[in-house]
């Protein structure tokens, strides 16, 4: 394998290549790039990372992450605090919020129950959502899981949990991505968007 | 823009993003393997990147660089102390130091001379190379340039600089790449791989 000229630039180079979809060649590039900049870039690089990993908190409602001890959506009075869209992780927040078209609030799970992977529902924040539900009279819980068996699991087991709430329980639609193609769409999906077709009037205006 | 849920988060995704190559998502996608990591994963990965780009330290010879004040292969006595291979970087000595098919030193330019970046020869370690020339008794000078204006305008400098001294001076050979076609190829180079033909033996043993 490539060979450099110090062990100072081998280590830095050997921590990028552990960050995912980084290679050694990839991690070299980005080294020296560093290396041509003034110190203090570098120094801020690197504090502004410990910083965040230090200094971040996961919100005490949802489970977000947070500056705080809750989260800017949690804290925010415009947000609807009755529905409760639940989902596996920060990054499927963070897409949801792109969207802007959801005024709610989220509770991030943390996972999905996999006993394959060891992953029971007492590793997962669904002891806190049902809390939440109950306190917050919580009338409709929005599932933005995954469609997997994995996902699906997680979604009876909840379900099951509140089973004696009047609390709606809904997913995200499933159907056929804009742009995609209808012949390569997988049977599921196919038929899951033929069977909850919609008015014309919500696509053309 | 992506709105991300903390101002922690926010800024060190920022920094990743300031890297060569690297988006907002793929930052993005960086820090939050690193949330998902013990803290000292990130600890580690920012004081090692810190100590390479404050401590790390340019050979006083050759400005290759190096973990004390004179480099691995300066200080290495099987390497031919007078033959020097002219670089303009640093990532060019790990090149050809990975063929492994040259055994003399190096001498890293810092650049090549380009008016029109403001790059003169006073910006270059020019006035060293001559020196060590001088000093070191060296009888072959091999640039390895890339064959450009600019680079042929640094030969021709450094050229005229040595012309009173018995000094050999090449440049690497041009020509068709392994596993490249001929018909792509450029006038130039093709044209110079005619007229530094080769005895066949030197490729089909």
Do not use: W
Request: glycine share 8%; with cysteine.
């Amino acid at each position: 394998m490539m060979q450099l000229p110090s062990s100072l630039l081998e280590n830095a180079v050997a921590e990028f290549a552990k960050l995912p979809g980084i290679g050694k060649k990839t991690a070299l590039r980005l080294v020296l790039h560093l290396l041509k900049q003034e110190k203090g870039v570098t120094t801020l690089f690197g504090d502004t990372l410990q910083k965040m990993r230090n200094e971040i908190q996961f919100c005490q409602k949802c489970y977000n992450i947070s500056d705080g001890t809750i989260c800017s959506i949690c804290a925010n009075s415009g947000r609807q605090k009755d529905t409760i869209c639940v989902v596996e992780n920060i990054r499927d927040v963070i897409a949801i919020e792109n969207t802007q078209q959801y005024h709610g609030t989220y509770h991030v799970l943390g996972g999905i129950i996999s006993p394959l992977d060891g992953i029971g529902p007492e590793q997962l924040t669904i002891e806190s959502l049902v809390e939440r539900v109950h306190k917050d009279k919580v009338t409709e819980l929005v599932f933005a899981l995954n469609p997997t068996i994995q996902g699906d699991t997680t979604i009876y087991y909840i379900q099951k949990k509140l089973a004696s709430l009047n609390c709606r329980i809904t997913t995200i639609a499933r159907g056929i991505a804009f742009g995609g193609e209808l012949e390569y769409a997988d049977e599921m999906t196919l038929g899951k968007s033929i069977s909850n077709r919609q008015p014309i009037g919500q696509y053309i205006k």
